[in-house]
């Protein structure tokens, strides 16, 4: 069975960069988690959320 793949301060980046809004928050816990899955890894580190964060920043700045 799966567990519950992120971390406690991953949540928090998640929440901070999403400020609740959901479709913000599902792109970023996607590709985080695609990430810690590429990575062969079984949780989601802040390391991996903030990576993910920092990204969608800047191409959401690189469109706008």
Partial sequence: SIGWPFEEEALR?????????P????RA???AYAQM??????SVSA????????????DEHATT
């Fill in 37 to 42: 899955t590429d990575l062969d890894l079984r």
């Fill in 23 to 26: 479709r913000s928050a599902l």
């Fill in 29 to 31: 816990a996607e590709f």
């Fill in 13 to 21: 980046i998640l929440y901070e960069y999403s400020g609740g809004v």
């Fill in 47 to 58: 390391e991996i959320m903030t990576a993910v964060t920092t990204e969608l920043q800047i």
